[in-house]
Structures are given as C-alpha cells and as structure tokens.
C-alpha cells in the first residue's frame, strides 16, 4: 500500500533547477562534434545524454545529479560543471511556459498535439503525421534562446549523411536499442511515398503518449521552483514510512562531488523518503510532517572518527548534539536518543606506519576503538555497520521505526526546525557536558548518569562477524543432520583457542548407514566422497561423517567435476545469490546491479561488506563467475538485468539453507546474529517462507 508524500521545507540553500542549462551545453557540443569523424561516438553518446535528460521529469539541481542518470554517465560531466559555472548568483536557463528546450520533448509533445487537434477528422493515414507537420509543430514548441531549432528542410534531413543533432533526437525517440533506458521506444516512423514530399510518417505510441503528457503539464507550470538538492523522486512511499522522511546533511559522504549521490541512490533503491538539506546538527534528522522526532544520528567512518579526533570536531560535536538532546527530550529528562553509525573496522583503514586514515592525524587503531568504546558512557547509543549499504539498510529500519513510535503514540514530534535550532542556540555550555558524576550540572534534578549507556533506537547487528579461525582444515565435517523429532544430534564443546566454538557430533554408530560406512575401506570412502564433491582427506570418522550430511545439489556437482566455481558460504557471491532467489520472481525482468547490491547486503550472507573496503574490488567483483560455466548459475538478461536460472532457482535453497545452519553451528552466539537474519526456520518450507515472509524492499 502506498500513500502520497510531502515533503517538509528545512532550513538552508535552496538549489536551481538545471536541466536547461545541460540540454543547452550537450545540443552545442553534438552540434560541434558532427563534423569530426573521430568524434562520431561522442556525437551519438551526447544525443543520447539530450533524450535522456530532455525526458527527465525531474529537477537536476547539481551536475552529479544528473551524471548518476542512466543513460548520461560521466562522459560528459565536465561539460555539464561548466555550463553551470556561470549561474552563481545568476537565474539559470529556463524556456518559458509552454516552451521547450530540446527537440526531443518538443517531438513528442508536437505529435500529442497534432493528435489531439486532429482527433475529429478521418484520415486515411490514421493518426500519423508527415515529417514536414511535426517539423513545423516542433519549432512552434522550441523555445528560441535554446538554439535548438529545426532550420533545414525534410528532404535534407532524410539524407543518409546528416547528422544534424535536432532531428537526431527525433531518430534516437523511434529506436528501441537508443532509448532502452527510457522504456522506449517512443514514436513510430515509416514510409509512404504519397503521402508528403519526404514521403515519412510519424505516429506516437503509448509509451511516448504518457510521457508527452507529463512533459506538457510541468511545461505549462513554468521553470521549477528552487529546492533541495536532493530528494526522493517519487510522489508515493510504502505505508511503512508513512509521514516520515529522514533529513540528510547535504556534506554527508564527503558531499556532492564524492559520496552523497551514492548514498541518495541507494536510498532511493529502499525507497525511504529523504531530503537533503543543510543540518546545523547531526547528519540524520527525522521528521513526521514538518515536527522533528526525538532522534538524532551521527554517521562516521573509520576514517571519520580518526579526522574528528584529530581537528577536535569529536567532542565539539558531541556536546552539541548532547544540547539537541535536551530541547528535543524535553529538558532535563533527555526523552530523545542520540546516536553514533560507526561505519567499517578500524583495522582495515590503516596506512603506513599503523594510522587510521592518513599518518598525519596521528590516530591508531587503539586510539580510535577506544573513542568509540567510550560513547555509550558518554550518553550515546552505538550501532555498527560493515559498509554504506548496510547503513542504509539501518537507515530504512530506523525510519520505519519512528514512523511506527509516531503512530502507537510512543513518540510525539513536537517542534519545527526552525523552532528547534533557536532554542538550541539559546542554551548554556553547560548543557552540553558529558553525563559524568564530576561534570553533573547543578540545576538538573535527575542523577545525569542515569543517561549513561543508552540503547540504540533499533535493534541491529553491532559487532563485526568475525572471519573463520583455521581449523584443520575440517570445519565443514562437524555438521549433522536433523533427527526426525526436529532437534540437531550436537552438543558444543570447548576446544582449543583456535577453535573455541567448534563442535563435537555423536554420530549413531547403531545406525544401519553408519554400520554399512565402517565397513568400506578408506579407498571406497574417499571415491565416495569424491563422487559427492566432498573432501577426501581427513581419518576414516571425517570420511564417514561427510557422507552422512545431505548430498550436495546436483548442479553444484556437476560444476565441481568441470572444475567450474561453486559459491561458498559466506561469501558476497552466495549473498547475491540468495537476494535474487529471495526477491526476483520468475517470470519477470530481472534486477539491475545497483538493487541487487542493496538487497545481498540485506541477506546478512556475507560478512564482508558488498561494498566493498575502498579497494578496488567489490562484492560484484565475482559476478563473472556466476556468469560463466556448464551450467551457468546467473544469467545476464537484456537491459543489464540478473536472475537465477532455471535449475539453480529450484535447488539454491537447500544448498544455502544447509551451508547456513553449518556456518551457524561453527560460529554459535557469534555469528547468530547475522545468521538469524536470513535462515528459514527449520520448520519452514520454502514456499510457506515466501508466501509470509517475502516483500519488495
């Protein structure tokens, strides 16, 4: 269920809509590089870039915004900084109401029009319209100042070798490869020698007729108003969000040249309504309506943590946001939680000579795990996150959160922005310190310690899932399977300091398959075991015990014996394998990369970061190996989309279900929390999972 969404107004500045001004700057290059031949692909890519951007509905407030659009990429992002540099303090470009400028949307409106003026009169050509009427409704639409105009004749335009930019719009609207992005194609073209001297028709199909709509009506408004620089670009939101939309700082990521779009992208694959304004205080804010929610969060990195450290900003921050605790909690009762996102491990940021970050903030991984171990007492919760997409994933529950508090009545937004920085500024320094016993303000009645170690506003995995100690090379042979009465035949032990949570399994030697297994040799049991792609090292109880878990899917076998690769658990390969077997549906278009990411590090799977550690490599990185091998296990569809084939789609459950509960078992209460995330129940049938558990994130 959906409902509409508005979006509240917060203080700070407000951004131009640009659109036009990249239109302007992209139809000048196209129009430069039709003349060189080495530039014939710059030439098409930018023509492209015009469609594209020419049919966004959107405001696109910042160069970057407007890179991200697929279709457009960062080819021409230079081009598009610099038709902007000259807008400081200046109106950017707009075509006036009514008008617009690029041929492309001009195209598609003109022919809605020529329908619709012509809806009454029988033609013999439909309704299709000759090169020469669109051509002449085009310029009639075509605001004057874009320098976009259709100046040359039909005839000269249907030459194989013009390549004029205007009517190469129009070309790219009729091709379905061009405009694959768009959902096109979006006119029709074809001959008729008859019917006009170019002897071409053009006829607008229901794709362009919806869009040609849209684009007359936000025409006829007028230019867009300013606004943030970012949002979310859809009018409706899942119910579970209901009025809440979460405010990001817009310096958040490193600001809009680095970071930021990326996180507004992946917001925008969750769906979570969100503004991104200017935040005197914290990076997170959530609002229901235009109140502000008693809860406020502070994103840092590793690396962050050891800058703030460093240029002092780690306890300037914290005393404001202890300040923000007592205006929005009411006073000296603090009803408001605040809260630190440590994004990453410390260990795996380090440079040379040992630093978090950079040598010359002088921060050691000691030094910035100590700072962090020291926020709870300090008065803020803590909650850890492997990567940016895992924060985001928490971002999106936190909100749900709040919206449900707001509606059971747990949590009432009292206070405006506005409201809230005033009464911020206003307060004493003192208001600001640390809930220690030396530091308690006088004037507070509560002991101030009682707002030591607060919870965090939701319940998320906050240790690091360790990475598996180096067993004996044995670690996967402890694993039994169920008995018939539902519970496992383990028992855990304590072993070595290697090994601390391994497990020791009883097998029922009075079984007739464990009596038949003793009987065979070494030799017999290693073919056996080879035939089952298991290992063959190991004594004769290893060989017997790997024999006695459930046989492996065939498909996985059949990969082993081709020497083809097999995704092991955990692993960011069996975490996109498990999202797509958990949220594409047969049937239908499969999942584009960047959604597919978001959802494999939802699964918990992996317990590295999808996003990788700011290397080179990603969790996407081993997508060529799904990709490949006899049979595939992923395949790439048209359009750059994934999903599962046939036969892993109907076996990959029981090989993750099976490989998770042998990780569960291996890591007991210390990979719990992540496995508990994404295991059925064993209890759970496949199908009763998905008919009660599955949703679109």
Request: hydrophobic share 35%.
């Amino acid at each position: 269920m959906f409902i509409f969404l508005t979006f509240l107004i917060v203080a700070g500045k407000l951004y131009p809509d640009l659109r036009h001004n990249f239109l302007v700057a992209l139809t000048s290059h196209a129009r430069r590089s039709n003349k060189n031949a080495f530039q014939r692909a710059s030439f098409d890519s930018a023509l492209r870039s015009v469609v594209v951007i020419g049919l966004h509905t959107r405001p696109l407030r910042s160069a970057e915004a407007a890179r991200r659009i697929k279709g457009v990429g960062s080819t021409f992002y230079d081009i598009l900084k610099e038709s902007v540099n000259g807008t400081k303090g200046n109106k950017p470009f707009a075509p006036a109401a009514g008008k617009y400028s690029c041929v492309a949307a001009a195209a598609l409106v003109a022919l809605l029009e020529l329908e619709e003026s012509n809806a009454s009169i029988a033609s013999a050509n439909g309704q299709s319209f000759s090169m020469e009427e669109l051509i002449r409704k085009i310029n009639e639409l075509l605001d004057p100042r874009a320098n976009a105009s259709l100046n040359q004749t039909a005839t000269k335009y249907c030459q194989p070798t013009n390549l004029d930019p205007g009517w190469g719009q129009v070309k790219k609207l009729s091709s379905a490869n061009a405009v694959t992005e768009l959902g096109g194609p979006f006119i029709k073209g074809r001959t008729k020698k008859d019917s006009s001297a170019s002897g071409r028709l053009y006829e607008l199909l229901d794709s362009g007729r919806e869009i040609a709509r849209k684009l007359r009506a936000l025409s006829r408004l007028g230019p867009a108003e300013d606004g943030p620089l970012r949002q979310y670009p859809e009018e409706t939101v899942d119910e579970e969000f209901g009025a809440v939309t979460v405010s990001m700082d817009f310096r958040e990521g490193g600001g809009c040249g680095k970071g930021l779009h990326k996180i507004c992208d992946q917001l925008d694959i969750r769906g979570v309504p969100y503004v991104v304004r200017e935040l005197k205080i914290a990076d997170f804010l959530f609002f229901n309506g235009d109140k502000l929610a008693p809860l406020l969060i502070e994103r840092k990195t590793a690396e962050d943590v050891a800058s703030s450290i460093h240029d002092g900003r780690w306890e300037r921050q914290q005393r404001k946001m202890r300040q923000a605790q007592f205006v929005l909690g009411g006073g000296p009762g603090r009803r408001c939680k605040i809260c630190y996102i440590i994004e990453g491990d410390p260990s795996k940021k380090t440079v040379h000579g040992g630093n978090v970050g950079r040598y010359t903030w002088f921060q050691s991984v000691e030094d910035v795990t100590q700072a962090i171990d020291k926020l709870p007492m300090l008065g803020f919760g803590v909650m850890r996150t492997k990567s940016t997409l895992d924060t985001i994933g928490l971002l999106a529950k936190i909100a749900a959160d709040v919206s449900w508090n707001v509606k059971n009545g747990s949590m009432e937004p009292i206070l405006t922005y506005k409201e809230f920085t005033t009464r911020v500024k206003a307060l004493d320094e003192d208001i600001g310190d640390p809930p220690t016993p030396y530091a308690s303000p006088a004037s507070y009645s509560p002991p101030w310690t009682q707002h030591q170690h607060p919870a965090p506003p939701v319940v998320w995995n906050t240790e690091h899932i360790p990475q598996p100690s180096h067993h004996n090379g044995n670690e996967n042979d402890n694993f039994s399977p169920q008995s018939d009465n539902g519970q496992s035949n383990t028992q855990f032990s304590q072993g070595s300091k290697a090994s601390s949570r391994a497990e020791t399994i009883h097998h029922d030697e009075n079984s007739e398959e464990y009596r038949q297994l003793m009987k065979l040799s070494i030799t017999e049991l290693k073919e056996r075991c080879k035939d089952r792609d298991e290992k063959i090292s190991g004594k004769k109880n290893d060989l017997i015990a790997r024999l006695l878990k459930p046989r492996k899917p065939e498909i996985l076998i059949m990969r082993a014996r081709r020497n083809d690769y097999n995704p092991k658990v955990p692993s960011c390969n069996a975490a996109l394998m498990v999202a797509l077997l958990n949220h594409h549906i047969v049937g239908t278009p499969g999942l584009t990369k960047d959604r597919l990411m978001v959802l494999a590090e939802g699964t918990g799977v992996s317990t590295e970061s999808m996003g990788g550690d700011g290397g080179f490599y990603d969790g996407w990185a081993g997508m060529k190996q799904l990709l490949t091998g006899d049979p595939a296990l992923v395949r790439k569809e048209k359009g750059h989309k994934y999903s599962l084939t046939t036969q892993v789609c109907s076996i990959f459950y029981t090989f993750v279900f099976v490989s998770i509960k042998l990780i569960k078992v291996y890591f007991d209460d210390l990979y719990r929390p992540l496995a508990t995330r994404v295991m059925w129940p064993s209890s759970c049938t496949r199908a009763s999972y998905f008919s009660s558990s599955r949703r679109i994130m």
